[in-house]
């Protein structure tokens, strides 16, 4: 391919995506799924004129914790805290991390008896199936009431961490004992006590930066702590999700010595700057990431009636169990919270780090992008039903 080529290709899905992103905020249809469609299709062109490209594989992993780092912390800079949150953090907190021990201990089973292998193979291979995807969530609640959004953001980003922590512990763990359980409380403590220095050191940092690119140099340390952070096992994504927090709230800290050293005049309009600078980085990046897995997918191992129905079930029970936990539970918006639990980028960077030996041949790829692509699809229907359901209340409203 020539330079040109490449260059119409790149530019092209940017201008897709773009449109995609449109279409979403009126049908609430994931603009995810249009781009995993876009990269199917890409496929099938690519398959039927025999043309020779590139292993992406090989960038599939990099470029997902990009993201992942990026839509994390883009969805933070939109949070305010306030003391009446805290029910709504504390729920989503409850919500993700209940909801993903009963999930993978649902999914361990369920591959057990489709496989047959000893439990923590299962238990490490349904990992990447049990934890929402923050990368599809966040930008597919956009347009949601607010208070489902933001319990949507908390839960999805809390879901990601915990899954992180979880696949961390489980791979340094294959023996549980006192000791391991010691060892992830030294390693969760660390990581608050990183996240607490990186906030305010990064924001004293902001205040103090005089040249006129800054914004890249803040989120590439950032990226850098976060590597740092998971090279030692440590789940480096709480870290992401405190400095946005953290930077969205820093004006309501009232200390004055505080103020007086961290608070400074252009704050504000950093901030906006900042965040809109990660939101189209985040958009570039989630673009080429799901197209890119969505063309990497060989759909001909799809045609395979028991990997469907497996796939079904596993699907089946993850909203089983989220439905049945918001109804005991929270018992307020089951619809159209409920739906929205998407398997995406965190499951994919998940599934390819298991260490090799770990993988079964019956929950490949094809098995990964099949509850990838229909967890998406349930969350479309669900949040275009909604969407519909809103429209008619609003009719009948006026009309009385």
Known sequence: MTTYTVLIILSGLV?????????????KLPSVLLLLVLGIGLRLLVDKLQIHTYNFLQILPTLGTVGLILIVFEGSLELKYAKEKNKIIKGAFLSAFIILIVT????????????????????????????????????????????????????????DILGIILFNFAVSNQQITVGSFGQLAINTILILILSVVACVTLLYLMGRLKHHIKFFLIISILILMYAIGQSFHLSALILIL????????????????FR?????????????QLHQLSAETAFIIRTFFFVIFGFTMNIYQLDNFILIANGLIILGSIYVIRFAYLYFFKRENTVPEGFVTPRGLISILIYYNLPQHLKLMEIGTPFLFLVVLGSSLVMSIGLMSTKKKELDTLVTEETH
Do not use: R
């Open 15 to 27: 201008i897709f995506s773009y449109l995609f992103d449109l279409v979403a905020s009126k049908t």
């Open 104 to 159: 993978v201990a649902v999914i361990t089973y369920i591959i057990h008896q489709i496989t047959g292998a000893e439990l923590y193979v299962c238990f490490m291979n349904a990992i990447p199936f049990s934890v929402i995807s923050s990368a599809i969530a966040i930008p597919s609640v956009a347009n949601i009431n607010k208070k489902s959004k933001e319990f949507i953001i908390y839960e999805s980003s809390f879901s």
């Open 242 to 257: 405190s400095f946005g927090l953290f930077l969205n709230n820093a004006e309501a800290i009232k200390h004055a010595w």
């Open 260 to 272: 007086s050293v961290f608070i400074y005049k252009n704050l504000s309009n950093d901030l906006t």
